[in-house]
């Protein structure tokens, strides 16, 4: 039995893959990764610059009113929403290296007409739209992920991923502060309304590189860069079974009624409603309305960029932890904890001003969910065929994504701002959902995989069904 630090540095140094699954894997970084990270990178630009803008001079403006904003969020929430399932099913019939670039583009278009918005109504009508367009990046990316890389890989690749989103975070705060002193009032134009222009032109080119680079699928591919061995290679790595048509009444029952369907809908339905506590940029809107202290615009775009740096960590951590160790659902333990402990120290009275920000900060470290729990998604339907991993994980997105919908409208409204004392309430209670219910699927996890141990030993000698098995087994061992 190796011991942890044995098991850390054959992870990085990669021992047990030959020189040619290095070379395979290398080239895998280079295209496909770059892409998916630099997609999420806009794609999270893109979506959180909306905050940025309001509260760069965009509220005034254009006279927003009451809990505008948050409608506007609720509007992009629903047209995102109608795109999970149809985008990421039509990644499995399209090639993904024409549809993400088709996607990006028109989604960057979307987002500089951003700048002509004269009210609040105008920005309504264009989030919809973006938030449709923007659906396939995320399921999408994971879908693509779980086709290339092995088990060992896939949560470092799912944690860079989601990373790079963060970063995106990040640097819109940098860029609209430094948009705000240099060119506000440039050609008339206000600050805010450069944002989107620039945010929109910057997206081009990445759009631009995935029509050139991106791969495909091991399946599909046709790219230069790799040879007939590598592709062979790929998918001799990660086998793909034949795909299944997915408008038949066989394949919504299988859907349906699949133990995973179920399990992961209702788990990334909790975490993504945990994960408000970082994503709705609640720490910004509390430094906006403010009683005792009047931050500037620089401040209010700077300062909160500290949530998505804890995020990158902790999702670098703890995809990479669960990558060497397994059991990548105990990090919902951690986020549960988390959640309910931030949430806490905000409703606390006599909490200082550095205790909110050590409380919010904090908070930004849930972001690691999203590496995780989509790379135990990915791990437990490994060997099942793509079309069913990939609506699978659309509806998993799905069902998190409908509460997006209603959720802020009702727990973390602008006009509840600062202290969101409702939605702080109620994230002590779907933490403590969150330790419930991933104690349950674990269990359930392990009781359908000693079952399946009970099929190879009944099974006759040299059957296919016990070999097939034994391959379950081993997929789902390792991390339940």
């Not at 990085?12 to 295209?31: G, P, Q, T």
């Not at 134009?189 to 995935?210: E, S």
């Amino acid at each position: 039995m190796p011991s942890a630090k044995e098991k850390v540095v054959a992870y990085f140094k990669s021992d047990k893959k030959s020189a040619a699954e290095k070379k395979l894997v290398f080239k895998l970084d280079f295209f496909i990764l770059t892409f998916c990270c630099m997609a999420y990178f806009m794609n999270y630009l893109d979506r959180q610059n909306l905050t940025q803008a309001y509260v760069s001079g965009m509220k005034e403006d254009l006279n927003f009113k009451g809990n505008q904003l948050t409608v506007i969020n609720t509007i992009y929430a629903v047209g995102y929403l109608l795109g999970i399932v149809p985008n990421n099913a039509m990644v499995t019939y399209f090639r993904p290296g024409r549809f993400f670039p088709f996607m990006m583009t028109t989604w960057a278009c979307i987002t500089m007409t951003t700048a002509s918005a004269q009210k609040p109504q105008h920005i309504m009508a264009i989030r919809f739209f973006q938030g449709f367009f923007e659906s396939c990046t995320f399921a999408g990316t994971h879908y693509i992920l779980g086709s290339w890389y092995t088990e060992g890989e896939l949560g470092k690749r799912s944690g860079l991923f989601t990373a790079s989103g963060l970063a995106g975070g990040i640097f819109g705060g940098l860029l609209q502060a430094a948009i705000y002193r240099s060119m506000n009032g440039l050609a008339g134009l206000a600050g805010w309304r450069w944002l989107f222009i620039i945010d929109g032109l910057i997206t081009l080119p990445v759009a631009a590189y995935g029509y050139f680079f991106f791969p495909d699928t091991p399946r599909q591919t046709t790219a230069m860069y790799f040879t007939q061995e590598e592709k062979e290679l790929a998918m001799a790595r990660v086998p793909e079974k034949p795909r299944q048509p997915i408008l038949t009444k066989t394949f919504v029952q299988r859907v349906a009624t699949s133990p995973y369907f179920y399990s992961f809908i209702v788990l990334w339905t909790i975490t993504n409603c945990i994960e408000q506590q970082s994503t709705s940029s609640l720490l910004q809107l509390w430094m906006k309305y403010n009683k005792d202290h009047k931050y500037s615009v620089y401040e209010l775009n700077n300062w909160p960029t500290g949530v998505q740096a804890v995020g990158i960590t902790s999702t670098l951590l703890w995809a990479t932890g669960t990558d060497i160790f397994g059991g990548r659902w105990l990090a919902n333990y951690y986020l549960a904890f988390t959640a309910i402990v931030s949430a806490t120290i905000i409703l606390i009275p006599s909490t200082p001003t550095a205790g909110i920000f050590g409380a919010y900060y904090w908070a930004g470290s849930i972001y690691a969910c999203q590496a995780t729990s989509f790379a135990w998604a990915n791990d437990v339907m490994k060997l099942e065929d793509h079309a069913f991993r990939a609506v699978i994980i659309g509806f998993m997105n799905f069902g998190g994504n409908t509460f997006n919908a209603f959720w802020p409208l009702i727990f973390f409204s602008v006009d509840q701002a600062p202290y969101f004392t409702r939605g702080m309430y109620c994230m002590i209670v779907i933490g403590t959902l969150l330790a419930i219910w991933t104690t349950l699927i674990v269990l359930y996890f392990r009781r359908m995989n000693k079952r399946k141990q009970l099929l190879v030993i009944d099974a006759p000698e040299g059957s296919e069904e016990g070999s097939v098995v034994v391959l379950e087994e081993s997929v789902g061992d390792k991390k339940v």
